[in-house]
């Protein structure tokens, strides 16, 4: 808000917020108090016509529980092990009573049968992160770029506002307060805002298995069934809409972040923003 008053000429601008991952969880929450804020008398309005999210997450115990049966349909583990876990474990995979010592036998067995496999990505494998070699290595090059003082100038980083720039800062204490961000969702849907819910097909980190089920919670109608979106006439994965405003889309092959089908969730994002059908 402070760089919309600096800059008055883009309050007219439509305003959209995305993310990824983690962010599932806040911004929905952002989008609510925009929102709120909007209703203030006498305050400039801030143009919000929507959000964009990739992979979100957004219930602990959801999320992490859907990978058991994502990794069963992308046999990663047998038939016999995902049967005896339902089984066993009653679909409560991750926060396990201690006394039920045949599902934690089990769990122990689907993390042994997984643990080779990168979950962002699972057609890669797990490997050294400070390896070049490695998939991730991109992203600790991020601290070095950010952390260069020509870099802080350009940006205008204000001097002593932060020390070392850190991708991701595990010490920042905050009120974890938001257990879900569903309800947050379904205020925006009464509130009429476009949504674009994205999920690379090949994420076990928060697979798009769970990512349907949420959206099915919100009980809307379907306004487009389940059809492939095309790229230069190969399908380049599915998408699903909703009478809410809200679009559904799969990544084929993609992982837990856009980056790992740039052109594809470039091409996705510029039909959805632009109005046009995926």
Known sequence: MQWLDK???????PFYIAGNSYSGKVIPAI???ISNGNCICCKPQINLQGYVLGNPATEVDH???SRIPFAHGMALISDELYESMKKRCGGNYFNVDPQNTECLKLVQDFNK???????????ESNCDPTSPDCYTYRYSLSEYWANNESVRRVLKVAKGTTGKWERCNYNVHCNKNIKSSIPYHMNSSIE??????ISGDHDMTNPFIGTQDWIRSLNFSIVEKWRPWMVHDKVAGYTKTYANNMTFATVKGGGHTLEYKPVESSILFERWISGQPL
Not at 7 to 13: A, D, I, L, M, T
Not at 114 to 121: F, H, K, N, P
Not at 192 to 197: E, F, K, P, Q, T
């Open 31 to 33: 989008v609510q108090e």
């Open 192 to 197: 009429g805002y476009r949504s674009l819910i």
């Open 113 to 123: 049968s997984v643990s080779r496999i990168y979950e962002e990505l699972i057609l």
């Open 63 to 65: 999320d992490r529980n």
């Open 7 to 13: 800059h008055p000429k883009y309050f007219s601008n």
